[in-house]
């Protein structure tokens, strides 16, 4: 039997690389019908094929068929609502659970996502049920970006505010129609800056912020602002 799982992958290697990945999704569907062949095989052995045994195993099966796609039923519906209720739709940066990034397409029982490290997730649409869908964008073009900064206590609010707010304005990906926005809150380590502002494309926000982050750092330390010794456990929590 392991030969005979082996034999696609094997088969894959030895061919040229531009068939190997059309080979490789054979071999689970080749090992179904192998299965299939077996069962039909053996099962007649054990079992007599009278009418009441097979309307058990008629029964028993569909009960096992049941269970099994019980899920994936759950999901062709949560696929119908959510063409319905539109909670993502092609082009949203969404966070589901643990995934974040852009849907790419929607299927009839997924939701295909894009990473930031271009991992493509297929998050089944039944996590509308249960799971908090976070829409950064709901079909437009921008979203909010943050960035962050922590600050030592001691130095000029204000002074530091117009700063971070001429630090958006300068960059090339703001969308300048947008506000822009510093919020600053105390805490007991020093004090937390949060510059929030749009790019003009969602899909530049890592841009974004990293050039809000890098040009900021660069003029707090101009003015001789120094960053506060910030635990691990406080940057956690935010």
Known sequence: GV???????????????????WILPWEPILRAVMLLFVAAYIIPLFIYPTPQNLLAISGALAVALGFAFKDYVSSLIAGVVALYERPYRN???????????EVRSLDLRTVQIVTPDDTVVAVPHSKIWSTAIYNNNTGKRELMCVADFY???????QRVKQKLTDVA?????LQLDKPILVVAAEKPW????????YPI??????????DLTLRGKAMLRRIGVPSANVPAAAQATG
Not at 4 to 21: G, I, K, N, S, Y
Not at 91 to 101: A, C
Not at 190 to 197: D, E, M, S, V
Not at 201 to 210: C, K, L, N, S
């Open 3 to 21: 030969d005979h799982q082996m034999d696609c992958p094997r088969l894959a290697e030895r061919v040229p690389d531009r068939f190997r990945l």
């Open 91 to 101: 082009g949203d940066w969404v966070k589901i659970e643990e995934t974040y990034g």
């Open 151 to 157: 600050l030592h206590p001691d130095h000029d609010g």
């Open 169 to 173: 304005l300068a960059s090339p990906y």
């Open 190 to 197: 020093g004090t937390h800056y949060r510059l929030k502002a």
């Open 201 to 210: 494309d969602g899909r530049d926000q890592f841009q974004f912020i990293t």
